[in-house]
């Protein structure tokens, strides 16, 4: 166990709808980061908060959103879903300022129908 | 932006032989670099992790090296045994501004027994 919680592990949802997933990082972890993982593809950057604020983004398109609350935890939001967005979906936290380890969560696979 | 090349993307070798994997980063502020193991439907995870400060790290069959003049880093995996099939990942982070948190597009290793 990481220490990383995801939920939900499983999403199934029609196109067009709209899903939040949620993400609760390692205790004491500032920096939460999200990536996508499409069939046998690499992990993709998504976009990275640090206590609270956005601090990278990368090709997160602009139907995705997420946010990091008070108490650390992320939610990352899909509207307008798409065939091409079943993916799994990790979440990974790591300490401040100190380049460690990202620990990540066990994903969540997200299937659109 | 920021980009990690990986080469190759797929690698088979027989069982008891070598295997390396390598890695090109762009951000010249990049001083940390982890190998990421992603075994079939599980979380990526740490095998080991080198900081800018050294050339070469060593941790039983696995090994890392890096050469920053170049922006190269490379796992070299001795002795691979079936359990070591799996995907790779390489990452690149920084701690100038963003701790941004980049990975290669993964290598899938087939070790045949």
């Known amino acids: 166990d990481s220490g990383v919680t995801q939920t939900p592990k499983h999403l199934i949802t ?3 709808q709209r899903v939040t997933l949620r993400c609760s990082p390692r205790s004491g972890d500032l920096s ?9 593809q690499g992990l993709q950057f998504l976009i ?3 206590n609270g604020e956005e601090r990278a983004k990368g090709n997160i398109l602009e139907r995705f959103s ?21 993916a799994l979906y990790f979440c990974a936290s790591s300490e401040h300022r100190v380049n460690t380890e990202a620990f990540f969560g066990q994903g969540t696979r997200l299937t659109v129908v | 932006g920021e980009n990690v090349e990986q080469h190759p993307s797929t690698l088979s070798v027989q069982e008891g032989d070598s295997a390396v994997i390598k890695c090109t980063y762009s951000d010249s502020a990049s001083n940390y670099f982890p190998w990421y193991k992603q075994e079939l439907g599980k979380r990526p995870q740490l095998i080991i992790d080198i900081r800018s400060n050294v050339g070469e790290k060593k941790d039983q069959r696995i090994a890392v090296t890096l050469n920053k003049t170049a922006k190269h ?3 070299h995996i001795t002795e691979t045994q079936p359990e070591d099939s799996a995907v790779y990942f390489c990452a690149a982070s920084t701690t100038s501004g963003t701790y941004k948190y980049i990975f290669g597009t993964g290598t899938r290793l087939k070790v045949l027994a």
């Open chain 1, 14 to 16: 029609a196109t067009g």
């Open chain 1, 66 to 86: 997420a946010q990091q609350f008070p108490d650390l935890h992320s939610e990352l939001n899909l509207s307008s879903l798409e065939l091409g967005d079943s």
């Open chain 1, 32 to 40: 939460v980061y999200w990536y996508q993982q499409s069939l046998d």
């Open chain 2, 73 to 75: 880093f490379s796992l």
């Open chain 1, 48 to 50: 990275q908060y640090y």
